[in-house]
C-alpha cells in the first residue's frame, strides 16, 4: 500500500477510536455527572457507581489507545496538538486522577465512621466527570476549527494561550458533549438499574436529550456551514447523528432502554465521524498561516511504521472488541439498590468504627 | 529554573511516583494469581483468604497505578514535543501497541476478577486474574522496549530531509539486548518488591495473631519469592552492567566516580571524599570489583574501564563541544542505594523466614517495625535504579542523537509548566497520603474470617452482590 492510502487508514483508525471512547467513556462520564443527583440516598449511589464498576478503567484505555496511536501515526500532529493544548490536557488529566481513585476509594469508608469522606468523593467523581465532557468537546470544536499555527524552526507550534482555545464556538462544541454525554450516561443508567433510579434516568435522559439537541444542531450548522472541508459527506453525517438522536430519545420516551442505549451510542459514532469528515484532508488546520497546517500526507509518519501499526491494529483490535464485549455481556444483570448489602457501612471501616 | 529544568523535575517526580505503583502492580497481581490458583487446586481456605486480602491491597495499588499512568502518555507531546517528533516514528508504536495489546488486557480483565467472583466459573475466574498479570508484564515489554530505544538507539535512520529519526527495523527495537536486559531486570526487582511486601504484611499479622494459617503460607511463598527474584535481580543486573559498558561507559564511570582510564579498578562500599568522588581521603574498596562487574575480568588489560575525563574527550571529538558526564554524585550515590537497599530487602525476607521457623511467633517490638517498613526498602531501591539509569544518560535524551535539552516543548513557558508541576506535585502528595492510610486499614483489618462465595447461578437471579463499589 502506498504512503498515502496507510496514512488515509490511519486517519480513519484514529477517528475509531475515538468514537469508542466517545461511546464509551462517554456514558462514564454521563454516570459521574449525574450521580449526586440521582441517587438519593447510599444504596441508590452505590448501585449508580457499581454500574461502571467493572467497565470504566476499560473505556478509558480508549483514550490511552488513540493518544498512543496518534503519536504512532502521526507524532507531528501528537507533539502540536499536545503541547498546543497543554493547560487543557492539564485540567482533563487531573479530572481523569481524581475520578478514577474516586471510584475505587469512595466505599472504603463508611458514613458512620467518616462522615464527608463519600460526599467528598461523589463531587471529585462529578468534577472529574463534567470537566472532561465539557473539555473535550471545546478540544475538538478547535481542532476542527482551527488554532493559530506558525513555522518555528520548520515545525507547526501553537502561539495562542488557554483563553485562545475558550472561544465562543469552542464552548458551544464543550456543552453539545457535555449534553450528549449526560444524556447518554442518563439512558445507560435507565438500560442498567432496576426501581427508582431507572425511573430518575429515563426521565432526565429525555430532558437534558432536548436541550442538547437544540445546542447540537446549532452546533452542527455552524461546523458544517463554516468549518467543513467536504461539505457533501460532513452534511449527510449530520443527518444521521440527527436521526440517531432522535431515534434514541423516541426510544427512550417509550422505556425502549436497549434501543435507546444503541441509538444514543450511534449517535456519538455519527459525532465523531462528523468531526472527522469536516476535518479531512487536515488534522489540524491553522487560522493564522495555511503553510502551518497539519495535514493527513504532513504530519504522517514513515510508511514502514504505519504498515507496522496497521497489521498491529488488523489483528488486535477485533480481540479487544471479543472481550470487552464479553464482559458487557457478562454483567448484563441490572442492578438494584436492595443488591447492596449494608450501604451505608465502608469496606476499610475498622471493626471497632463498624459497632460504634 | 527554566522551563527546562521544570520540565524534568516534572517528569521525574510523575514517572518515580508512578513508579511506586507499578513493580507492586506487577509482582502482586502474579502473586494473587498463584494464591488463587493455590485456592483453586487445594480447596484450602487459606489461600482463598490469601487471595482476597492480598488482592484488595492490590486494587488499592492498581488505581493509583492507572490514574497516574495516563500521565506518563500525554506528558511526552505536552512537555516535550521535539523529542515527539525527532523519535515519533519509533517511540510512539509500542506506546500504542502497549495500549491496544496490554492496558485492555490488564484492565478489562482486572474488572471482570474484582466484580465477577459471583458472576463467572471459578476456573474461568481464575483465568483473568491470570489474564491481567499476563497483561501487565506484556505492557511493561513495551514500555521498556521503548525506554531502551532512548539508551541504546537501534533499528532505525535519520531522514536526511526531514531530520527525524525513522523506524528501520521494529524487530531490533523489540528484541536487542538492551531491551531484554532491561526487562529481566525491571520483571524481577518487581518480583522481589512484592515479595517483600507480601513478608512484611504476613509477618505483622502473624504478630498480631490474625489469620496466621493463612499468613504463614503466604509469608513463605513472599520470602522465597524474593529470595528468587534477589538472585535473579544480581544476576541480570550483571547481564545489564556489561551491556551498558558497551552502549554507555560514561553511565558505568560514573557510577563508580572512575575519572581515569584504569585496570584493576576497585569497588568503594563506602568512601570518604570530595562530593564528586574525584578525590577519596579515605575508602573501604574492594579491588578489582568495578572492573569485574563491568567486563568480567578483575585485572589485566581486559579489566580496563574507562575514566570519565577520557570519555569526555572522545565525546567532544564526536559531538562537539559541551559536557557529557551525569551529575556524578547523584549516579555515584543512587548506583550504591540501588544495590544496597535491594540486598536489604532479600535480607530482611531470609530473616522473616528464620524468625517464624517451625511455627515461631517472634514477638519483639523492632521486628514488628521492621516489618511495617521493610517493603521501602526494595521500593526505594527500585526507585533509585531509575533515577541511575535515567539520570547517567544525561546529557542525552536519546543517547548519542539527541541531548535533552533540544527536546524539551520550544513553546512552553516556564509559567505554564511550573503551575503543571505544583499541580501535580501537590494532588500525588494528597492521594499518597489518602493511598497509604487506606492499606494501613486494609492491612490492619486483615484477612476474612470467613469467605461466602455465591454459585454463578445465584449471583445471575439477583443475590446481593458480593462486591460492589
Known amino acids: 500500500m502506498t504512503h498515502d492510502q496507510l496514512a488515509i487508514i490511519w486517519f480513519v483508525l484514529i477517528a475509531v477510536l475515538w468514537c469508542g471512547y466517545f461511546v464509551l467513556e462517554g456514558f462514564d462520564f454521563g454516570v459521574g455527572i449525574l450521580l449526586p443527583f440521582i441517587g438519593r440516598n447510599e444504596a441508590e449511589r452505590r448501585t449508580v457507581v457499581s454500574t461502571l464498576g467493572p467497565v470504566w478503567d476499560g473505556n478509558e484505555v480508549w483514550l490511552l489507545t488513540a493518544g498512543g496511536a496518534t503519536f504512532a501515526a502521526f507524532s507531528l500532529w501528537y507533539a502540536t496538538l499536545f503541547s498546543g493544548f497543554y493547560l487543557a490536557l492539564l485540567l482533563i488529566l487531573v479530572a481523569l486522577i481524581v475520578r478514577g481513585v474516586a471510584f475505587e476509594f469512595r466505599s472504603k469508608r463508611g458514613t458512620a465512621s467518616a462522615p464527608n469522606w463519600r460526599r467528598n468523593w461523589d463531587w471529585a467523581i462529578f468534577v472529574g466527570s463534567f470537566l472532561p465532557a465539557l473539555l473535550w468537546g471545546v478540544a475538538f470544536a478547535n481542532i476542527v476549527a482551527g488554532v493559530p499555527l506558525e513555522i518555528q524552526n520548520g515545525n507547526s507550534e501553537f502561539t495562542g494561550n488557554l483563553f485562545t482555545l475558550l472561544n465562543p464556538y469552542a464552548l458551544l462544541g464543550g456543552l453539545v458533549t457535555l449534553g450528549l454525554f449526560t444524556t447518554h450516561g442518563a439512558v445507560f443508567l435507565a438500560l442498567k438499574t432496576e426501581g427508582e433510579i431507572r425511573v430518575r434516568a429515563n426521565k432526565l435522559a429525555g430532558q437534558i436529550g432536548l436541550v442538547t439537541a437544540v445546542l447540537a444542531v446549532a452546533f452542527g450548522l455552524w461546523t458544517q456551514l463554516s468549518h467543513s472541508n467536504n461539505k457533501a459527506a460532513s452534511v449527510v453525517v449530520l443527518a444521521l447523528v440527527v436521526l440517531a438522536w432522535v431515534g434514541a430519545l423516541a426510544a427512550n420516551r417509550l422505556g425502549r432502554e436497549g434501543w435507546a442505549f444503541i441509538a444514543s451510542a450511534a449517535t456519538m459514532v455519527f459525532v465523531v465521524t462528523f468531526l472527522f469528515v469536516c476535518l479531512y484532508p487536515n488534522v489540524m488546520p491553522s487560522s493564522t498561516n495555511a503553510d502551518a497546517t497539519l495535514t493527513v500526507q504532513n504530519a504522517a509518519n514513515s510508511q514502514y511504521t504505519l504498515t507496522i501499526m496497521t497489521w498491529v491494529a488488523v489483528i488486535l483490535t477485533p480481540v479487544v472488541l471479543v472481550y470487552q464485549s464479553w464482559t458487557y455481556w457478562v454483567f448484563r444483570k441490572r442492578l438494584s439498590p436492595s443488591q447492596i448489602p449494608d450501604p451505608e457501612r465502608g469496606s476499610l471501616d475498622l471493626p471497632h468504627e463498624v459497632s460504634a | ?469
Not at chain 2, 584493576?264 to 570518604?272: E, H, K, L, Y
Not at chain 2, 539509569?389 to 544525561?394: S, Y
Request: hydrophobic residues 50%; proline residues 4%.
Open chain 2, 1 to 469: 529554573m527554566n522551563a527546562l529544568d521544570l520540565a524534568r523535575w516534572q517528569f521525574g517526580i510523575t514517572t518515580v511516583y508512578h513508579f511506586l505503583f507499578v513493580p507492586l502492580t506487577i509482582g502482586t497481581s502474579m502473586l494473587t494469581a498463584i494464591m488463587q490458583t493455590a485456592w483453586y487446586r487445594t480447596g484450602d481456605e487459606k489461600w482463598l483468604k490469601a487471595t482476597k486480602f492480598f488482592g484488595k491491597l492490590f486494587l488499592i495499588n492498581f488505581a493509583m497505578g492507572v490514574v497516574t499512568g495516563i500521565v506518563q502518555e500525554f506528558q511526552f507531546g505536552m512537555a516535550w514535543s521535539d523529542y515527539s517528533r525527532f523519535v515519533g516514528d519509533i517511540f510512539g508504536a509500542p506506546l500504542a501497541v502497549e495500549a491496544l495489546a496490554s492496558f485492555f488486557l490488564e484492565s478489562t480483565f482486572l474488572g471482570l476478577w474484582i466484580f465477577g467472583w459471583d458472576r463467572l466459573p471459578r476456573g474461568l475466574h481464575l483465568a483473568t486474574i491470570w489474564a491481567a498479570a499476563f497483561g501487565t508484564m506484556l505492557s511493561a515489554y513495551f514500555i521498556l522496549a521503548a525506554n531502551s530505544f532512548m539508551q541504546h538507539p537501534t533499528g532505525f535512520v535519520i531522514n536526511p530531509v526531514t531530520k527525524r529519526a525513522e523506524l528501520t527495523d521494529f524487530g531490533a527495537v523489540l528484541t536487542q539486548n538492551t531491551t531484554v536486559a532491561t526487562f529481566a531486570h525491571v520483571i524481577s526487582s518487581s518480583f522481589l518488591v512484592s515479595g517483600v511486601m507480601i513478608v512484611g504484611v504476613s509477618l505483622w499479622l502473624i504478630m498480631k495473631g490474625k489469620s496466621a494459617t493463612s499468613m504463614r503460607s503466604t509469608l513463605k511463598l513472599g520470602a522465597w519469592v524474593a529470595i528468587v527474584a534477589g538472585l535473579l535481580v544480581m544476576y541480570t543486573g550483571d547481564v545489564q552492567a556489561k551491556i551498558m559498558v558497551q552502549q554507555q561507559p560514561m553511565k558505568m564511570a560514573a557510577a563508580e566516580a572512575v575519572y581515569t582510564t584504569a585496570e584493576n579498578v576497585p569497588f568503594s562500599i563506602i568512601t570518604v571524599g570530595n562530593l564528586d568522588g574525584s578525590e577519596a581521603y579515605w575508602a573501604i574498596d574492594i579491588p578489582g570489583l568495578t572492573s569485574f562487574l563491568a567486563t568480567g575480568h578483575w585485572n589485566g588489560p581486559e579489566s580496563t574501564v574507562q575514566g570519565i575525563n577520557d570519555l569526555q574527550t572522545k565525546y567532544e571529538k564526536a559531538f562537539g563541544p559541551g559536557n557529557y558526564a551525569p551529575y556524578v554524585p547523584l549516579i555515584f550515590w543512587a548506583f550504591r542505594a540501588m544495590i544496597g537497599l535491594g540486598g536489604l530487602g532479600v535480607l530482611f525476607a531470609i530473616f522473616a523466614l528464620f524468625i517464624t521457623r517451625r511455627e515461631k511467633t517472634p514477638t519483639s517490638a523492632t521486628i514488628k517495625w521492621m516489618s511495617v517498613f521493610a517493603l521501602l526498602f526494595p521500593l526505594v531501591g527500585i526507585s533509585a535504579g531509575w533515577i541511575f539509569t535515567e539520570m547517567g544518560r544525561q546529557p542525552w535524551i536519546v543517547y548519542g542523537q539527541m541531548k535533552t535539552a533540544a527536546g524539551v516543548s520550544p513553546i512552553l513557558s516556564t509559567f505554564t509548566v511550573g503551575l503543571s508541576l505544583v499541580v501535580f506535585t501537590l494532588l500525588y502528595g494528597a492521594l499518597a497520603v489518602i493511598e497509604v492510610r487506606l492499606l494501613i486499614r486494609a492491612v490492619k483489618i486483615g484477612p476474612p474470617e470467613t469467605v461466602e462465595l455465591m454459585d454463578a447461578d445465584d449471583a445471575n437471579n439477583g443475590q446481593t452482590l458480593t462486591f460492589s463499589y
